[in-house]
């Protein structure tokens, strides 16, 4: 098994939609970057790709490049989903706690389980999505949104030495 973290964070701005684990949701801010800026997500593949030993999402997908501007996040997850296949990795789990001030989340949890779920081929129960607050403490959870995301990858072959 291989374990691997990620963290993320974007700016809310006005005039962006909010979309979080693939999920849309209604608020008058959204989150600044260029692609969706699905801070969830990114976490998530931060995550996946520490596991792989595969380094982080910013190597593989640059902000400078041209055609991941305004790209759904969930585009790039299937990219990372196919760096594993590749290397015989499958999800064992993961984890992501989403750390906003507003808007309330809850009501939210349940869809964007599914929606990762679905995008990442697996059974809902090997994904979970929670969030939080920071109680007004953190200036961070005020003025954006962030993610902390762990992943459990399984080789689904075995390694063989030296080879
Ligand atoms: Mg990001």
């Keep these: 098994m291989r374990i ?7 700016r809310l701005v006005p005039g962006r939609r909010l979309v979080l684990c693939g999920v849309e ?3 008058e801010l959204g989150l600044e970057g260029h692609s969706d800026a699905d801070v969830a997500v990114h976490a998530l593949m931060d995550a996946l790709l520490g596991a792989a030993g595969l380094g982080d999402i910013g190597r ?7 055609r991941y501007r305004g790209i759904s996040s969930l585009r790039l997850l299937d ?4 760096l594993l296949d590749a290397r015989g990795l499958r999800l064992g789990n993961c984890d992501i706690t989403i750390v906003a001030q507003a808007p309330k989340l809850y009501r939210y949890m349940d869809e964007m389980r599914r929606s990762l779920a679905a995008r990442l081929g697996c ?3 090997r994904v979970n999505v929670k969030a939080t607050t920071e109680e007004h403490l953190g200036q961070v959870s005020t003025l954006g949104i962030a993610a902390h995301a762990v992943a459990l990858l399984e080789e689904a072959v075995p390694r063989i030495k030296n080879l």
């Excluded at 990219?79 to 196919?82: A, F, S």
């Design 123 to 125: 059974d809902p129960g």
């Design 79 to 82: 990219r990372v989903t196919e």
């Design 60 to 66: 593989h997908f640059p902000d400078t490049d041209e």
């Design 4 to 10: 691997g973290h990620g963290y993320d964070v974007h």
């Design 25 to 27: 949701i209604p608020c």
